[in-house]
């Protein structure tokens, strides 16, 4: 008998298909079944006994489902290559559980193949099919969302992250009245400095440490007011366009800026996003430099740009590595030798560099509260690490990390606490008196801001005139032309007539709903291009608009709402629709 197959499962091996890159498909069908990789992963070691950890398992799960489909042995003999399909969203579930809740993506089992099969490239690969069905850990849904609609990870509005630097400026000028502060948005300035959410929300120290050291480097630095986020969900989610949409948001504030370089905080997977991945994910390119801040403070110290006093950084330290910046990009040595200018006490830890373990919290894992007993047992491997070493702080360039290493230290009740290397070179500033003295930040030229919409007609469908004025002012104001509708028949008439670049679509509407206007358009060959977003008050009635079997709308927000959350979701379904026209 012919199982019947979900909807979701039959999208998902679909798309399977288009996201086979030969990188991927040479890991699928390079394991041999050695068993070499299974004491390298950290859930193994912690789960002896358990077979459904060990890395070649889980890689079997998406292998089966590859051979069934894309591969021919599996397709003649599946029973002989042990080929398995997809059929339930339970399948579906049972697939989500491994790859979100049994794999930290850290890539250890990859560099201890001797085939080269890295498990963790098609692990984000199934991740990301999944969550393009919405199978996904709540918080993962959660932080994309975020990402897309905020522009930040953690959602921190634009007014909250200019508070928290001009409070920082506040501060530093209490100390030092002379201190130039944090300045926003410079033009032509030689570092654009990008950070983690993070450090608005919960490290604001930080921010203030770095902007002491670029500050008495004499650095012609600046911060930009948007699309600071140098953290990047998409490489943990799998999903390729949230990636590419978050790089290129803060390449075009480089651009914009007139910046010179891009210095990238403490943080292994906003690096990698940022650095490695972004350039591909948003297909551009890039045409300033970019790098950690580890290397721009090391520089300064050994140009003499600032100095250092070793000895007021006095207790014994330990160095753990990120997955992503030791073993994705090789950034081992530049940590240590900073370490080693600016602390007198410093202990290795063993394994250590790319054969370091990790801290249980990357690849997402923060964020799946649903997996966090198992990410605490086998964060086990990483306690005894860092007990072994005898060391009172740990030092770490991640701000993943960080989280991850606090809550196993306070877990396994270690008597440690962690801190970054930004927090130890401001500890070791040697403050110079400055002969002349620095122009303020208010002095400063900023850039006007630019029509990032210009050139774009965008329908704005909703039978609020209130709010058709408010959303047609902010896209007017920043370049568009607005088209306005304030029913379903008037909105369908002007999509036919004006053939808008984009449509925003209330789902209550008099005349047609919002949904019928929604069905209609993608049911006409000439209409159903139009990317739409749907604008909506009653959020209990999306699952009408996503559940039906044609494309879902290419955004979704709920009101109220505010000008930049306008702004984002209608920049991110531009940027997306420019590229799949590319
Ligand atoms: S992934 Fe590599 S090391 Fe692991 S079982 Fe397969 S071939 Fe062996
Ligand atoms: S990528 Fe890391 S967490 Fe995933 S299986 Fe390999 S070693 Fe284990």
Redesign the pocket.
Known sequence: MTQVRSYKAQKVIDRMGKKLSRQIVGSLVACVHCGN?TD?????LANPGDPTYA?AF?ADKIRTLFKRHYDWTGQVLPWWVHARSLYTDEDLEDLKDTVFGK????????INCPMGVD??TF?RMARGLLVSVGVMPEGVAVVSKDQWEIGNQMGVLKEDYIDTLQWLTDEMRLENPDSPGIPIDRVDADVVYSINPREVKYDPRTISDAAMIFNEAGENWTMPSEGWDMTNFGLFSGDDDLGGSVARRLYEKVEELRGRKLVISECGHGYRSTRCEGPNWAKKDVNFTMESSVLTMLEYIKSGKIKVDKSRNTELVTFHDSCNNARSCGLTEEPRELLKLVCENFQEMYPNRAENY?CTGGGGAMSMSEYTPRRLKSAKIKADQLKATGAKIVVTSCHNCVDGLTDLIKHYKLDMKVTQLVNLVANALVIEPKAVPTIPAEAIPVAEPAAILAGYRILVADDEPDFVTFVSAVLEDNGAAVIQAFDGNDAIAKAKAERPDLMTLDITMPGKSGIEVFEYLRADADLRGIPVCIITGKPELRELIYERSVPPPEGYVDKPISEESILRNVRKILELAQTKKK
Request: charged letters at 15%.
């Open positions: 990789c390298s992963c950290h859930y193994v890395p889980k794999c930290t993506n850290c890539r250890r089992c990859t498990l963790a692990n990790c």
